[in-house]
């Protein structure tokens, strides 16, 4: 891979978010990398432009307008500004965030088109589209789905999604079917205009060869050009998106004016900011694109053409991500195998920078990453909390307690060497898009500061020469010191509270990496420092496990088209020994009191007497299938050798045992009258 140019100003784009739904973990498989890319960038002088948007037209947002009977222009609006706000909570800043809607777009688009047409790679061409005779409409795209001619997969009307992938020209696909009726669909003639992709070969082949960013993209590029290209319709028969010159029926296809937005969204950045947009896409200045590996044929083969051919810039770089799976399962919306970002981990209290970590670290960018809520735990326990947590915390702590200043500012050469070379082969692995490859070397310092501190043991040396104690923690704050910054592109928020900690009272954002080489000054005064990371508990995961399982309970009822609240089949557990069911100590218990706790819409905590000296405090997800004071005096059975947890904050010492059939929740009761603690067997 050729290094960044030097001293020319750079532009980072992610793909659109379609705003047809919501963000969900999927989404962020592409942003959150792309942000951490730039501020690595800035940390070693580059100047680094960032910018989205949002993909706004196309026939999914019309279908989607019209079943909740808004306009298409109220649907991206509502949309678009739930991404900018989930964006900016994920700590992922961009530039400049506009709408594929905007003026300057449908402005661009024209300008790019009419180019295009100007220098004859666009014809008009009459064709075959699917029309629906019983709701008297053309079918453009997701309108209609049928078979696709290249693999015998179902198929959408633009794209084999369930088979090769291969993109779909009108009238192509086999067996058509109105996605509004359910109905046959039928073909009739119309002029349409396309992109002569099929002369831009030899320019894709000589260009792909040179293309920077990541090989998965370079290769299936060249393995789609290397075959017949064939020539794409550029228009489409909708009323919603930029009207195609010189026809009011039609607008032109998506995939013209989304990647168009870059550019577009350049422009609203360069006029904020005085600056120029030709730069980029007229000059030499290299642009970077950050893709799903689902979008590569677009912008390594379709866009740059479309560039070349109305003599614009094309990309320096395509940096394509591996898909993301949800618990080992294939990522799929209808099927319930999905997070969205804000309901399901925002407004549970995760930090943002959590999930940032944990999924630029899990595996190598190109690859797939499986969104597990358990091994999410288990990765920021052991090396957010366990390794980097932990190394800031306990030298942070003892140094305050024991000096309450930075002591020297003597650093040992091998330490500072040490730091130079993590710094060195950090910057080397993020320009190369090896993101995995940079945490993991910023986490193996963090584990030399730990075992640093720890073979030292200056517990022992405060007592016993505290000179050498004090040179001791000079350099584990200066270790320190370069952990927050290596750190800052991944976990902004978190390092920005650590910076303080160590007495900096700069902005940490604008700090380069090379001031981790410059000695913090002795005699800083040191705040008493706070534990960055908490420990994500069992029952917290507990919690959002059975969030989880209950959403894919729901889409497999909708599936299967059976009416919610009927109860669902569920495959049986692996079986268990009689040993193992033995060591639950299941018993009778008696509510003495019920209230809601104010933290949560669904729990409750109750006073549970179980024959013991006194009632038991358990936490109960009953708040949505029982009044408090509905269950007062009800007898229950209760597991009471659980290990204890807290939910919201209160401690839970046990846990009820309920039948639960979705909607429809039913506390165990005995049969007859038992007294509070009789055993379950």
């Known amino acids: 891979m050729s290094k960044l140019p030097e001293d020319k100003p750079i532009l980072v784009t992610c793909g659109l978010p379609y705003a047809n739904g919501k963000a969900h973990v999927g989404h962020l498989r592409t942003y959150i990398p792309a942000d951490i890319f730039v501020r690595s960038l800035k940390k070693i002088g580059k100047e680094v432009t960032f910018i989205c948007g949002s993909d706004t037209h196309g026939t999914p947002i019309v279908v989607n307008a019209e079943e909740l009977k808004i306009t298409p222009k109220e649907l991206v609006e509502m949309y678009h500004q739930h991404f900018y706000e989930v964006f900016k909570s994920m700590g992922v800043i961009f530039d400049a965030f506009g709408t594929t809607d905007d003026p300057e777009n449908h402005n661009r688009t024209l300008d790019i088109v009419n180019k295009l047409i100007e220098k004859g790679y666009v014809y008009p061409?009459?064709?075959?589209?699917?029309?629906?005779?019983?709701?008297?409409?053309?079918?453009?795209?997701?309108?209609?789905?049928?078979?696709?001619?290249?693999?015998?997969?179902?198929?959408?009307?633009?794209?084999?999604?369930?088979?090769?992938?291969?993109?779909?020209?009108?009238?192509?696909?086999?067996?058509?079917?109105?996605?509004?009726?359910?109905?046959?669909?039928?073909?009739?003639?119309?002029?349409?205009?396309?992109?002569?992709?099929?002369?831009?070969?030899?320019?894709?082949?000589?260009?792909?060869?040179?293309?920077?960013?990541?090989?998965?993209?370079k290769n299936y590029a060249l393995g789609w050009v290397k075959q017949e290209l064939t020539d794409w319709c550029i228009t489409r028969t909708l009323e919603w998106g930029v009207k195609f010159p010189a026809h009011e029926n039609l607008v032109v296809y998506v995939w013209v004016d989304a990647p168009i937005g870059y550019i577009a969204f350049t422009e609203q950045w360069a006029k904020a900011k005085n600056d120029s947009w030709e730069k980029f896409w007229k000059g030499d200045c290299p642009i970077i694109h950050f893709i799903g590996g689902d979008i590569i044929y677009h912008h390594c083969i379709f866009w740059p053409a479309m560039l070349k051919g109305a003599d614009y810039s094309q990309p320096w770089a395509v940096v394509s991500s591996g898909m993301v799976k949800i618990e080992d399962k294939k990522f799929s919306k209808s099927r319930g195998y999905v997070v969205w970002v804000q309901e399901d981990y925002l407004d549970h209290n995760f930090h943002p920078d959590l999930l940032r970590y944990y999924l630029i670290s899990y595996t190598s960018h190109t690859k797939e990453v499986n969104?597990?809520?358990?091994?999410?735990?288990?990765?920021?326990?052991?090396?957010?909390?366990?390794?980097?947590?932990?190394?800031?915390?306990?030298?942070?702590?003892?140094?305050?307690?024991?000096?309450?200043?930075?002591?020297?500012?003597?650093?040992?050469?091998?330490?500072?060497?040490?730091?130079?070379?993590?710094?060195?082969?950090?910057?080397?692995?993020?320009?190369?898009?090896?993101f995995k490859k940079a945490i993991d070397t910023a986490m193996a310092l963090a584990?030399?500061?730990?075992?640093?501190?720890?073979?030292?043991?200056?517990?022992?040396?405060?007592?016993?020469?505290?000179?050498?104690?004090?040179?001791?923690?000079?350099?584990?704050?200066?270790?320190?010191?370069?952990?927050?910054?290596?750190?800052?592109?991944?976990?902004?928020?978190?390092?920005?509270?650590?910076?303080?900690?160590?007495?900096?009272?700069?902005?940490?954002?604008?700090?380069?990496?090379?001031?981790?080489?410059?000695?913090?000054?002795?005699?800083?005064?040191?705040?008493?420092?706070?534990?960055?990371?908490?420990?994500?508990?069992?029952?917290?995961?507990?919690?959002?496990?059975?969030?989880?399982?209950?959403?894919?309970?729901?889409?497999?009822?909708?599936?299967?088209?059976?009416?919610?609240?009927?109860?669902?089949?569920?495959?049986?557990?692996?079986?268990?020994?009689?040993?193992?069911?033995?060591k639950l100590d299941i018993r009778v218990g008696k509510i003495i009191s019920a209230e809601k706790i104010k933290k949560s819409k669904k729990l409750l905590k109750l006073m549970v007497d179980v024959g013991e000296s006194k009632p038991r405090q358990i936490v109960a997800g009953l708040a949505e299938y029982y009044q408090p004071e509905e269950l007062v005096g009800k007898i229950v059975n209760v597991i009471v050798n659980l290990q204890p947890a807290k939910l919201c904050g209160v401690e839970s010492q046990g846990m009820l045992l309920a039948a639960d059939a979705g909607k429809r929740v039913s506390l165990l009761t005995p049969d007859k009258e038992m007294q509070p603690g009789s055993i379950i067997r």
């Open 125 to 217: 061409k009459i064709i075959e589209i699917a029309y629906c005779p019983s709701c008297d409409r053309f079918l453009p795209d997701r309108y209609v789905a049928g078979v696709c001619p290249y693999c015998g997969q179902n198929a959408r009307g633009d794209e084999c999604d369930q088979g090769c992938g291969k993109h779909l020209e009108p009238g192509e696909l086999k067996d058509p079917t109105c996605t509004i009726c359910r109905g046959p669909a039928q073909y009739k003639e119309q002029e349409h205009f396309f992109f002569k992709l099929s002369e831009f070969k030899e320019f894709l082949l000589e260009y792909l060869e040179h293309l920077e960013g990541t090989s998965n993209a």
């Open 371 to 434: 969104f597990s809520w358990k091994v999410f735990q288990e990765r920021i326990n052991s090396e957010l909390v366990a390794v980097l947590g932990n190394f800031l915390y306990r030298s942070l702590l003892f140094n305050f307690k024991n000096f309450g200043q930075i002591p020297s500012d003597k650093i040992s050469p091998d330490i500072m060497e040490k730091i130079k070379t993590t710094i060195d082969e950090v910057i080397v692995a993020m320009e190369q898009f090896e």
């Open 447 to 582: 584990s030399f500061g730990n075992s640093y501190f720890q073979s030292n043991e200056p517990w022992k040396l405060i007592k016993e020469n505290k000179e050498a104690c004090a040179n001791v923690l000079a350099n584990c704050m200066q270790i320190a010191k370069a952990l927050i910054l290596l750190f800052e592109p991944t976990l902004p928020d978190k390092m920005e509270i650590a910076w303080k900690q160590i007495g900096m009272d700069s902005n940490v954002h604008a700090v380069k990496y090379e001031e981790a080489l410059i000695p913090i000054k002795a005699g800083t005064k040191l705040s008493n420092p706070t534990i960055l990371f908490d420990k994500i508990e069992d029952s917290k995961i507990d919690e959002m496990t059975l969030i989880s399982n209950e959403r894919i309970r729901k889409a497999m009822a909708k599936e299967a088209g059976i009416p919610e609240g009927t109860v669902v089949a569920v495959p049986p557990k692996d079986e268990i020994t009689y040993e193992d069911f033995a």
